[in-house]
C-alpha cells in the first residue's frame, strides 16, 4: 500500500520564517526518504485554497512563530479536515503567550520566574524590577526581541520603548535566572533525554546561537546529576500534559548550580513548534533515545489527527 501524500507547510510569514524553510526541506527531504509523497507549501494567505485543491492526507506542520504555531493555522486545518501533526488550537494558542502558559505550569506545581505583563511604554525610566531581569515579547519565539538587564544597569533599556521595536506592545518582564541552560523533548506520552546548551559566543541562547552553524554547542545527554535529570524530564512531561499538547513538544529549563548540586530549576517555556534544522535539538535528543530523523519524522506523521 502506498504512503501518504503529506503537504509540509513551511516558511510562511512571520519572523522565523528562513527558520521554517529550513526545517521544512530537511523534514520534506526526510520524509521522502522514508517513501511518502510530499509535497512542500510556502505557506501564504492563501493556504486554504491550495490545501483544498491539494487534498493532502496529512498536513505535517513545520511553521514557527504567529500563525504557525499560536493556534491560527491549526484552526484552519481543522477547519478544512485535514490531520495534522504537533499540537492543536488551544494548547499552541495557550504555549505561545508564554504569560498565561506560565500561570498554568505554575497551577501544575512546575517551578517558574517571578514575571508581569506591561506595555512596552510603561516601562520608561525606570526598572519595573529589580535587575538582572529580562525583558522579551509575550508571544514570539526563537528568541527574537529578548534583552536582559544586567545587574547594575542603570537605567532599563531603551529599545524597548523605540521605533525600532516589531515584536508588539505586551512584554513580559521576568527575573533572571542565573544557571544553566537545558532542555528536554517530550514525544507523545515519553520524556525523552536532557540536553545542555552552551551558547558559543553569545550572551545567552539567542537567534545567532539557535541557528548559526558553531553558535552553540549542545550536550547530549546532559552532564547532570541523575536526581536533576529525572526531575527535568518529569517536569517536561508534566508541562506537556498540563498544556495539552499532542506529538512532540519540548521544553525549556534554567538550572543555578553555583551553590548547591541540587539547586533552583525553572521552567522557561514550552516550544510546541520545536525546530527540526541541521542543528536543531529535538532531532539530536530523539536520536540519542534510538529514534533517527526519518524515523521521528514518520512516527509524527503517523500521529497526525483532527481536533487535537
Keep these: 500500500m502506498s504512503k ?3 503537504a509540509v507547510l513551511l516558511g510562511g510569514f512571520s519572523s522565523e520564517r528562513p527558520v521554517s524553510l529550513s526545517s521544512g526541506n530537511a523534514c520534506a ?3 521522502e526518504a522514508e517513501g511518502y509523497r510530499v509535497t512542500r507549501v510556502d505557506v501564504g494567505r492563501d493556504v486554504v485554497q491550495v490545501l483544498t485543491e491539494l487534498r493532502p492526507d496529512v498536513a505535517f506542520n513545520a511553521l514557527h512563530g504567529p500563525f504557525g504555531e499560536d493556534g491560527t493555522i491549526q484552526g484552519v486545518l481543522e477547519y478544512l ?7 492543536g488550537v488551544l494548547a499552541s494558542a495557550l504555549s505561545m503567550d508564554k504569560e498565561r502558559a506560565k500561570k498554568v ?3 501544575a506545581g512546575i517551578p517558574v520566574a517571578e514575571s508581569r505583563v506591561m506595555d512596552r511604554f510603561d516601562i520608561g525610566h525606570e526598572h519595573p524590577m529589580k535587575p538582572p531581569y529580562v525583558v522579551k515579547p509575550v508571544r514570539e519565539g526563537s528568541s527574537f526581541g529578548v534583552v536582559i538587564v544586567k545587574e547594575g544597569q542603570a537605567n532599563p533599556p531603551q529599545v524597548i520603548g523605540s521605533a525600532e521595536w516589531k515584536y508588539g506592545d505586551a512584554v513580559m518582564v521576568e527575573r533572571f535566572v542565573h544557571g544553566r541552560e537545558l532542555t528536554c523533548a517530550v514525544m507523545g506520552d515519553v520524556a525523552l533525554g536532557v540536553t545542555e546548551i552552551v551558547p558559543l559566543g553569545h550572551a545567552f541562547y539567542d537567534y545567532d546561537a539557535k541557528y548559526a552553524a558553531g553558535g552553540s554547542k ?3 545527554p546532559a552532564k547532570i546529576s541523575l536526581n536533576i535529570y529525572q526531575k527535568i524530564q518529569t517536569l517536561s512531561l508534566k508541562a506537556h500534559q498540563a498544556m495539552g499538547c499532542r506529538g512532540v513538544s ?3 529549563f534554567r538550572y543555578d548550580d553555583r551553590f548547591s548540586e541540587n539547586g533552583e530549576v525553572i521552567w522557561l517555556e514550552i516550544n510546541t513548534q520545536p525546530g527540526m534544522t541541521p542543528t536543531s535539538l529535538v532531532p539530536e535528543i530523539a536520536a540519542h533515545a534510538g529514534h533517527g530523523f526519518g524515523e521521528l519524522l514518520s512516527w509524527m506523521v503517523e500521529d497526525a489527527s483532527c481536533l487535537r
Design 4 to 6: 501518504k501524500h503529506v
Design 29 to 31: 527531504d526526510a520524509l
Design 81 to 87: 479536515q485535514i490531520p495534522y501533526t504537533h499540537s
Design 105 to 107: 505550569a505554575r497551577a
Design 218 to 220: 549542545h550536550e547530549c
Design 250 to 252: 519540548r521544553s525549556d
